[in-house]
Nanobody, 120 residues
């Protein structure tokens, strides 16, 4: 089985920064791409940023400038750095990854998410 586990969320103050991590584990053979989504209370899930195994990153318009996605292929981990936190960044941040397992089956997986709360 393949598992995605996010970490790094918590209560943060406006103007601060944080780095979220998402690690794939289990029967992971290779990862094609990884992405971060977020879902604020009462809102739909939205794409924040994505990155290929080759390091090509894409961002939602709303994430340009304050968000940076990166990946450590050796650790099967992707990171999302958020700077100058705003109240509206409060959301559950979820990891999404395209993974091929040891049986050569490819599919996309979701993590369970990590909650980021921005409040003074």
């Amino acid at each position: 089985q393949v598992h995605l586990v996010e970490s790094g969320g918590g209560l943060k103050q406006p103007g601060g920064s944080l780095r979220l991590s998402c690690t794939a584990s289990g029967t992971v053979f290779s990862i094609r791409d990884m992405a971060w989504f977020r879902q604020a209370p009462g809102e739909e899930r939205e794409l924040v940023a994505g990155i290929s195994s080759g390091g090509t990153a894409t961002y939602a318009d709303s994430a340009m400038g304050r968000f940076t996605i990166s990946t450590d292929n050796a650790k099967n981990t992707t990171y999302l750095e958020i700077r100058n936190l705003r109240l509206e960044d409060t959301a559950v941040y979820l990891c999404y990854a395209g993974i091929r397992d040891h049986a050569s089956r490819f599919r996309y997986y979701w993590g369970k998410g990590t909650l980021v709360t921005v409040s003074s």
